[in-house]
């Protein structure tokens, strides 16, 4: 069963939301509505809270976790994203904080305590490293992430357009009867 309840813990789904029956989303999670959750992915809010905005997409075969309170970490890391956010096809996300409109490339790495602002675009294969900030407006690259140029207005604009699209598609499989919801 791709939705599981963990503790005392139940996934919370907003308005029609997709989850491929193949996900497993699992414990203190909350989805927005018209958001996404393609097959083989992992979201797992055991040891701490998971929010996801509205139109967001997690992709084929992402991981998206946690990290516990703790003597190493006092307050622990909770994973939050945004509104209208991408998360390409394995993607892992740990402890992070994604802002508004922003795509995180395929294959990408996030790491603890991370901030990536709104309107960012995390190029593919990209490690951002545990604590760094990703200012609003820019495109990062590489590992370790850095910042390589701002972006254009045609890609601020292929925020809103990806967002769209993934919504399109999660109706499209919603109608087919493809989701564990």
């Not at 990209?126 to 609003?136: A, D, E, H, I, N």
């Amino acid at each position: 069963m791709a939705i599981r309840s963990y503790q005392q813990f139940t996934p919370q789904l907003g308005e029609r939301v997709f989850v491929d029956a193949s996900a497993v989303v699992l414990g203190d999670v909350e989805i927005g509505d018209d958001s996404s959750v393609w097959p083989l992915a992992v979201i797992r809010g055991d040891m701490h809270s998971i929010r996801i905005g509205e139109r967001s997409s997690v992709q084929d075969g992402s991981v998206l976790h946690i990290t516990h309170a703790g003597p190493f970490n006092p307050g622990g890391y909770p994973l939050n994203i945004g509104d209208d956010v991408t998360v390409g096809h394995k993607v892992i996300l740990h402890g992070c904080s994604i802002g508004n409109r922003v795509l995180v490339g395929m294959g990408s790495i996030v790491m603890d305590g991370v901030v990536i602002e709104d309107e960012v675009v995390l190029g593919a294969g990209s490690l951002v490293p545990p604590g760094k900030r990703l200012q609003s407006g820019y495109l990062y690259v590489g590992s370790p992430a850095r910042q390589a140029r701002a972006l254009t207005e045609e890609e601020r604009s292929y925020f809103r357009y990806s967002a769209d699209n993934y919504v399109r598609l999660k109706d499209q499989h919603l109608m087919e009867g493809f989701s564990s919801n």
